[in-house]
C-alpha cells in the first residue's frame, strides 16, 4: 500500500504520450493547441474604415465633392484630389489618397457635395493595415484552450487547419453480476449500474468524446477477454469494481492475465483504498472501486489530471 503522494508521483511518471493531430477549425472545439499559429496575413488586410462616412485628404478644406462610393468588398481604389471625398461605408477599404474618414453624422450633404460640420482629427476612422495582427505574428499560442471566439479568431485570418492535442480513446468496462443497466427492471439482489453514467459525462465535460462502454460478468474468462478487447482499442482503459479480494474479484487476475505492469494497487485512503493503476505499451490502467463514491472520487484525484496532461 502507498501514500496518496505517492500514487500521484507514480501517475505522473507514467503519464502515457501526448498524441496530436491536424484538425479543421471548426472541429476543435474544447481542445488545445500542440503549436504556436502563426497568422498568414495582415489583419485587416488593407487600411480598413471603422465608420460610415466620407474618406477624404486631411486639411484646408471644409467642403468637398463627392466623386464616388466605396461599399466593403470593392476593391476599387478611388483616386482622390485635395478637396475630394468618396462616400465610403464600415469595414471598406479606404482609398491609398485618403487619410482620414468623416462620420456621416458629421457632415451635411446637398447633391454632390459635402460640408464638413465637426473636423476630425488626421487619421480618424481609419484602421491601419496590420493594426490588429501582422503576418508571421503568433495569433494564438500552444497550450490555447480552443473556444467558439478563437476559433472564430482563427477562420477570420484565413487558417483553415490547426495541430491540437488529441483526446485519449477511453474504454470503461463495467463488472458486476449484480449490477443492471438504465431502464432495464431490477430483478432481485441487483442494484443499477451508474459508474459508467458518471465517468463518460466526467470525460465529455473535459472534452473527451470518443468513450466506449463495455459489461461483463464475474468470472475470469470473461473479464479476461473484455480486458484483452479495451486494451487494443484505447488510450486509457476505467475498469469499475472487481478490484478488491473477494471470491468473485477477477479484474486483477485478468489484467495479470494480459500482461499488464502493475505500477501500485491500493492507497492508504477513503475512500478510494482497493485503487490499481498500471500500463501496457502506451495505454493506461485504472481498476477503480465499484462503489460509485469511490470511483468519482478517484476518478477526480487520479485521473482526471493524467487525461488533462494527456490533452495540453
Known amino acids: 500500500m502507498i501514500s496518496v503522494s ?9 503519464c502515457f504520450t501526448n498524441k496530436t493531430a491536424t484538425k479543421r477549425v471548426q472541429k476543435t472545439m474544447g481542445m488545445v493547441l500542440a503549436a504556436d499559429v502563426l497568422s498568414p496575413i495582415f489583419m485587416p488586410p488593407f487600411r480598413q474604415s471603422s465608420m460610415d462616412g466620407y474618406a477624404i485628404l ?14 466593403a468588398g470593392n ?3 478611388t483616386p482622390l484630389k485635395a478637396g475630394e471625398a468618396v462616400r465610403i461605408f464600415t469595414g471598406a477599404r479606404v482609398p491609398d489618397a485618403a487619410d482620414t474618414v468623416v462620420m456621416q453624422e458629421h457632415v451635411t450633404r446637398e447633391g454632390d457635395y459635402i460640408t464638413v460640420d465637426k473636423m476630425p482629427n488626421k487619421n480618424a476612422n481609419v484602421r491601419p493595415l496590420g493594426e490588429q495582427i501582422a503576418t508571421g505574428d503568433v495569433a494564438l499560442e500552444k497550450g490555447t484552450l480552443l ?15 490547426v495541430t491540437v492535442y488529441k483526446a485519449p480513446k477511453v474504454s470503461i468496462l463495467v463488472t458486476g453480476n449484480e449490477l443492471q443497466q438504465l431502464g432495464n427492471k431490477l430483478k432481485e439482489g441487483q442494484v443499477y449500474e451508474s459508474n459508467s453514467i458518471s ?6 465535460r473535459i472534452g473527451v468524446k470518443k468513450v466506449k462502454i463495455y459489461s461483463v ?3 475470469l474468462k470473461s473479464t479476461t477477454k473484455a480486458v484483452e478487447k479495451c486494451l487494443k482499442k484505447s488510450d486509457l482503459v476505467l475498469i469499475s469494481g472487481g478490484i478488491s479480494v473477494g471470491d468473485y474479484d477477477f479484474v ?23 485503487l490499481w493503476f498500471g500500463l501496457k505499451g502506451d495505454t493506461n490502467v485504472y481498476a477503480l472501486p465499484g462503489n460509485p463514491a469511490s470511483s468519482l472520487s478517484c ?14
Open 217 to 219: 460478468e464475474d468470472d
Open 58 to 71: 486631411h486639411g484646408g478644406s471644409e467642403a468637398y465633392k463627392v466623386i464616388g462610393e466605396v461599399q
Open 199 to 204: 465517468l463518460k459525462l466526467a470525460l465529455n
Open 75 to 77: 476593391a476599387e481604389n
Open 299 to 312: 476518478f477526480y484525484l487520479y485521473v482526471l489530471p493524467l487525461v488533462k496532461a494527456q490533452m495540453g
Open 252 to 274: 486483477k487476475q485478468a489484467l495479470e492475465n494480459n500482461e499488464v505492469e502493475e505500477i501500485f494497487y491500493k492507497v492508504n485512503q477513503r475512500p478510494g483504498k482497493p
Open 147 to 161: 473556444n467558439e471566439a478563437s476559433i472564430a479568431f482563427l477562420a477570420g485570418l484565413g487558417i483553415g487547419k
Open 6 to 14: 505517492q500514487a500521484l508521483e507514480q501517475i505522473d511518471k507514467h
